[in-house]
């Protein structure tokens, strides 16, 4: 809480507060009052209404009736105000996310898990996906080290985003379900800006047959389900748990990509701590929210190795 000094003779607005405390002045223009909006004494309308009242006694008992239409005419309300402010002091929180049923890279039972919230229509993600995620992948996630779990968070498009669609339903189509995934999230990527153009769209699916006959699949049935949207209940699911995870700790939001790190455990959720400086809005530890670089991500491994 702090105090502010209003130095210039101005009306104060009496709705701004809760409560005054009337302190007259004698041998001055003015009558000085407080306001502390942390006490609700009274509803702004009766607040109002005692204040004049308090006001014009204060005249009458100061100056005598003779002298009041006189001083009303002088009278400057000067104030204190005491006003309700926001820490901007680190604050501790943390979160649990699900890895759902979601697709993944590496060993189930890794010792760390990574959750990935991705669009597949983010130039963040594709910069991640290009320059950092290769590193985790030969360091981390192919030595048994880290299960990296990928969920869908799309910019545009919500469920029915093609690329979302497309690459959870070639996923469908195979026994191999994560290898799958991963190649059509590698094709996307690779073809970032041809699969974000709509007037492409004949272009992207014939490199979607391709990549689907050399995986043994047929094209036609992935092209068909991500044009009626079948994951979309899928895909809303995963936006709507990352905006909750948001939610639970009084962010607006968090962007994409944003990761959390933990350690693997037997129900599925990541546990991941954090500090959040609500006067920058940075968030630091368990919870990576952006294109970082890769030491970012090995800083915060090792330390759950």
């Given at each position: 809480?702090?105090?502010?000094?209003?130095?210039d003779?101005?009306?104060?607005?009496y709705?701004d507060?809760?409560?005054?405390?009337?302190?007259?002045k004698?041998?001055?223009?003015?009558?000085?009052?407080?306001?502390?909006?942390?006490?609700?004494?009274?509803?702004?309308?009766?607040?109002?209404?005692?204040?004049?009242?308090?006001?014009?006694?204060?005249?009458?008992?100061?100056l005598?009736?003779?002298?009041?239409a006189?001083?009303?005419?002088?009278?400057?309300?000067?104030?204190?105000?005491?006003?309700?402010?926001?820490?901007?002091?680190?604050?501790?929180?943390?979160?649990?996310?699900?890895?759902?049923?979601?697709?993944?890279?590496?060993?189930?039972?890794?010792?760390?898990t990574?959750?990935?919230?991705?669009?597949?229509?983010?130039p963040?993600c594709?910069?991640?996906?290009?320059?950092?995620?290769?590193?985790?992948?030969?360091?981390?996630?192919?030595?048994?080290?880290?299960?990296?779990?990928?969920?869908?968070?799309?910019?545009?498009?919500?469920?029915?985003?093609?690329?979302?669609?497309?690459?959870?339903?070639?996923?469908s189509?195979?026994?191999?379900?994560?290898?799958?995934?991963f190649?059509?999230?590698?094709?996307?990527?690779?073809?970032?800006?041809?699969?974000?153009?709509?007037?492409?769209?004949e272009?992207?699916?014939?490199?979607?047959?391709?990549?689907?006959?050399?995986?043994?699949?047929?094209?036609?049935?992935?092209?068909?389900?991500?044009?009626?949207?079948?994951?979309?209940?899928?895909?809303l699911?995963?936006q709507?748990?990352?905006?909750?995870?948001?939610?639970?700790?009084?962010?607006?939001?968090?962007?994409?990509?944003?990761?959390?790190i933990?350690?693997?455990?037997?129900?599925g959720?990541?546990?991941?701590?954090?500090?959040?400086?609500?006067?920058n809005?940075?968030?630091?530890?368990?919870?990576?929210?952006?294109?970082?670089?890769?030491?970012?991500?090995?800083?915060?491994i090792?330390?759950?190795?």
């Amino acid at each position: 809480m702090s105090t502010k000094e209003h130095s210039d003779n101005r009306e104060f607005k009496y709705e701004d507060a809760k409560y005054a405390e009337i302190v007259e002045k004698k041998n001055s223009d003015y009558i000085e009052f407080r306001f502390d909006i942390s006490k609700n004494i009274l509803p702004i309308s009766v607040f109002s209404s005692v204040l004049i009242s308090s006001i014009i006694i204060s005249i009458v008992l100061g100056l005598g009736l003779r002298n009041i239409a006189l001083e009303i005419s002088k009278i400057q309300i000067k104030g204190t105000e005491t006003q309700q402010t926001v820490s901007t002091d680190p604050v501790s929180y943390t979160l649990k996310a699900s890895v759902d049923d979601d697709q993944f890279l590496g060993k189930a039972d890794a010792p760390v898990t990574i959750i990935e919230f991705l669009a597949f229509d983010c130039p963040f993600c594709q910069r991640h996906s290009q320059q950092t995620l290769p590193g985790l992948i030969k360091n981390y996630i192919d030595q048994g080290k880290v299960k990296y779990v990928f969920r869908d968070s799309p910019l545009s498009g919500g469920g029915s985003n093609y690329q979302a669609n497309v690459a959870n339903c070639a996923s469908s189509k195979s026994s191999n379900r994560n290898e799958v995934y991963f190649k059509f999230h590698d094709l996307i990527f690779s073809n970032f800006e041809d699969f974000r153009d709509e007037s492409k769209r004949e272009k992207v699916n014939q490199k979607i047959k391709e990549l689907a006959a050399s995986l043994g699949l047929d094209g036609e049935k992935i092209i068909n389900c991500a044009t009626n949207s079948e994951f979309k209940d899928e895909i809303l699911k995963d936006q709507n748990d990352l905006n909750s995870l948001a939610s639970s700790v009084g962010l607006g939001g968090f962007g994409v990509p944003t990761f959390f790190i933990g350690k693997t455990s037997s129900d599925g959720v990541v546990t991941s701590e954090i500090t959040y400086n609500p006067s920058n809005n940075d968030i630091q530890g368990q919870v990576i929210n952006g294109a970082w670089p890769y030491s970012r991500f090995e800083q915060e491994i090792n330390k759950l190795l």
